[in-house]
């Protein structure tokens, strides 16, 4: 036997699957709806202006490119905590956050899962029911043993608190539980403050570990409202933990820019935390790239260019919530009998659409609209060109 003779074929990436699929199909009227991923009004990837001035800018001084320091860019890490935990916020201001550059908010995770195991072998890891798919698989290959908390009802289409609750009630002390900060990945349910409140007592009186994933922080109701929920770990006194993804939020998703940011209770643990995440980078991938990193860190830093960034992920946030509005109503006016107004309350790039397995398989095999079985649909692949086609396909399913 040859040498990978036993070596199984791994399960195909669901969503990507379902991308060669809509590649291959020949239906002119096609719309993938299944992506992860922001699309203009043109249907088209948007290069956004504020980074091509920071680009402009680096290609007009342009630098060689030395190995970065192990943990990134300093500037970058700065803006970063600067931007998630705010610039007057204690927790800066005594040093007790270590921030590490990633690659992308994947590799925050899997830093922070990887220093996780390190700290806790025997910990256990709840991810919510449903989650963005690659959390499970990430914490997995971590080491952990990964369970769900209560999230999704499909009855009352929003969240099972009291389950939720119950969930977190059961978890062993330091339990490492991973909570989507805003626009949650795949339903677009979010806690409401006050909910959040409650899950940050249950949270400290049962001494779990907090692993926030902040991946579309801006795509929900606005950047600080959005990163509002990380004020109240903040003043809850815990430690925890916050991926940053800029994929989604600066449109790079190939340059792979993200973070890692620790919470500790003193700086002295914060540097200790901060020795150790380097060494879980070093034995990875050394130190990370440099490209994206620079962008963000000029964009972010430079007054004019963080304004403009501002009003772009507005332009996105705005047209996002356009795509959700106008879907309840072309949906309402095709005569689709069931009250669909909660798509509008759901935040971010997606929603559960409430559909079944069957419709969402009858919408790709008949009419070309791809997405994803979950009943989810990225709203955000949405325009005023295929929006049209898209509910007039839903309503014959319906
Ligand atoms: N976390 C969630 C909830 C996501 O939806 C995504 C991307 O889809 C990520 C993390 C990963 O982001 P990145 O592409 O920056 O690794």
Redesign the pocket.
């Known amino acids: 036997a040859t040498l990978f003779a036993a070596v199984e074929m791994a399960p195909r990436d669901p969503i990507l699957g379902l991308n060669e699929q809509f590649n291959a199909d020949p239906n002119p009227n096609k719309v993938n709806l299944g992506v ?1 991923v922001y699309y203009d009004d043109n249907g088209k990837l948007p290069l956004l202006k504020c980074v091509a001035a920071a680009e402009k800018q680096m290609l007009e001084a342009p630098k060689a490119r030395g190995y970065l320091p192990i943990d990134g860019i300093a500037a970058y890490d700065r803006a970063v905590q600067t931007l998630v935990f705010g610039a007057d916020s204690a927790a800066v201001k005594d040093g007790r956050i270590a921030t590490v550059q990633g ?7 899997k830093i922070g899962a990887d220093f996780l195991k390190k700290l806790n072998p025997n910990a256990q890891v709840l991810i919510s029911d449903p ?2 798919e ?2 499970r698989a990430l914490f997995e290959s971590a080491g952990f043993t990964v369970g769900t908390y209560a999230y999704y009802d499909a009855a009352k289409r929003g969240i099972n608190f009291d389950g939720l609750l119950t969930s977190l009630n059961a978890a062993a002390a330091g339990t490492v539980v991973v909570l ?1 900060a805003c ?3 795949p339903t677009g349910y979010d806690l409401s403050a006050e909910q959040w409140k409650q899950v940050v007592e249950l949270l400290k009186a049962r001494s779990l570990v907090p692993f926030l ?1 902040m ?2 922080q801006g795509f929900g109701e606005g950047i600080a409202e959005d990163g509002a929920v990380i004020g109240l770990f903040l003043a809850s006194g815990l430690d925890f933990f916050v ?1 940053t ?4 939020s600066f449109s790079l ?1 190939g340059e ?3 973070a890692l940011s620790v919470v500790a209770q003193s700086k002295d643990d914060a540097d200790r935390v901060l020795s150790q995440l380097k060494r879980v980078i070093r034995t990875n991938y050394s130190n990370p790239p440099t490209h994206g990193a620079q962008v963000v860190a000029t964009v972010l830093t430079t007054p004019e260019l963080r304004q403009l960034w501002e009003q772009e992920l507005a332009e996105m946030r705005v047209r996002i919530k356009q795509m959700r509005g106008q879907l309840v109503e072309k949906l309402r006016s095709a005569g689709v009998k069931q009250d669909m107004s909660f798509v509008t309350t759901q935040k971010g ?1 997606f929603s559960y659409s409430g559909l079944s397995k069957e419709q969402m398989q009858r919408l790709r095999s008949e009419f070309g609209v791809y997405g994803v079985d979950s009943g989810r649909i990225c709203v955000a692949a949405l325009n005023s060109k295929n929006i049209d086609y898209v509910t007039a396909c839903i309503a014959k399913v319906c």
């Open positions: 992860g690659i992308g908010g994947t590799g925050g995770l989650s963005w690659n959390h989507h626009c949650h990945n994933d991946a579309y991926s993804s800029f994929s989604k998703y792979r820019v993200g790039m």
